[in-house]
């Protein structure tokens, strides 16, 4: 009987895999006439805006390292020059960036920290075009003005930012799981509710996720768990795939504001990875195979003090449009 049934599922496969292909083709050709390979003004923006997002990240980890990322800030410096070269200082993608050079700068000179010679110049001479003088652009925090109460949705969602700080304190398992409560009501397509999530708290395996994802140094060791948002794949048909990390994409903008609302300071995370590692890590962590790995949330109490980065909103008017 079993092998009837591994025939058949078998041949299922084959059946649907040419349509798979086409799609697959498609939509990866898509992708490559319209990613970041391809130099637009658009694509120069987004470049500008994630590269001064880890710049801004690094002014707000917790033990801040002077003299960190001297690279970056000199690509920083020559794409914004060539942008500018190219168009004009005016988009918030390039003010942006702008005002995290500033404030590299400004946090170093106040430590008497030497920057080389050629990172001073290159930022100081792009000073000219910035719009905002104010001197800093991170946010000084306390838990307690971080996690506001009582107040309009508006006021709550703009309250809720990427927190890397965490105190010594362990975070109660079941504000966990309520957080994850609270984020059930996420829609999903045809109401499968196919998101799953991993607490992941052992140190062994805390540890693990922390070598593999790159995104957490300098703090993930602080965070008392890490949460892993994957997707169950068994619940969609083949084409629908795009569809599956779209919900589980809103069900963790809703598990976000769920552990804002239980005071569990977060840190979402990317879990792009390629195929080997994906399979490393469904043996490592105990993840069926039928689920795929979406993102990574490292969680805990927040510290007393911390700054956390403002991260510049483009304008509304670039986000949406009329037809």
């Known amino acids: 009987m079993n092998t009837v049934k591994i025939i058949l599922n078998s041949l299922r496969i084959i059946k649907n895999f040419p349509k798979m292909l086409k799609h697959d083709i498609f939509w990866t050709y898509f992708q490559l006439r319209r990613s970041r390979l391809i130099k637009t003004k658009e694509s120069e923006l987004a470049v500008l805006l994630v590269d001064s997002h880890v710049l801004e990240k690094g002014l707000t980890m917790p033990n801040r390292r002077l003299g960190f990322g001297q690279q970056r800030v000199r690509n920083l410096v020559k794409y914004i020059n060539e942008y500018i070269s190219n168009y004009d200082a005016s988009p918030i993608q390039v003010q942006a960036a702008l005002n995290d050079l500033a404030e590299y700068l400004a946090v170093h000179k106040k430590a008497s920290f030497a920057l080389p010679e050629d990172i001073v110049k290159g ?4 000073m000219r075009y910035r719009l905002d003088e104010q001197e800093n652009f991170s946010i000084p925090c306390t838990a307690e003005s971080y ?7 508006e006021k709550f969602s703009f309250s809720r930012r990427s927190l890397r700080h965490y105190s010594n304190d362990k975070v109660d398992i079941d504000r966990v799981i309520d957080a994850i409560r609270i984020a059930q009501n996420a829609p999903s ?3 499968r509710q196919a998101t799953r999530v ?3 708290q052992s140190k062994e395996a805390k540890e693990y996720v922390l070598s593999i ?4 140094r300098g703090f993930g060791h602080l965070a008392d768990k890490i949460l892993l948002v994957s997707t169950d794949m068994s619940n969609w048909a083949p084409v629908d795939r ?4 779209l919900d589980a994409g809103i069900f963790t903008m809703n598990l976000l504001y769920a552990l804002h ?5 977060a840190c979402p995370l990317n879990a792009d990875m390629g ?3 994906v399979k490393e890590i469904h043996k490592r962590l105990n993840i069926p195979m039928s689920e795929i790995p979406v993102c990574f949330i490292t969680i805990g109490n927040a510290s007393k003090e911390f700054l956390v980065a403002k991260s510049q909103r483009i304008d509304i008017e670039n986000v949406y449009s009329i037809v």
């Open 123 to 126: 930022i100081e001479n792009l």
């Open 147 to 153: 996690f506001v109460e009582d107040v309009d949705f």
């Open 189 to 191: 397509a045809c109401n």
């Open 198 to 200: 991993k607490i992941i």
């Open 213 to 216: 994802q790159n995104g957490t």
């Open 242 to 245: 795009n569809s599956a990390f």
């Open 261 to 265: 609302y239980k005071h569990i300071a």
């Open 275 to 277: 195929s080997k590692l």
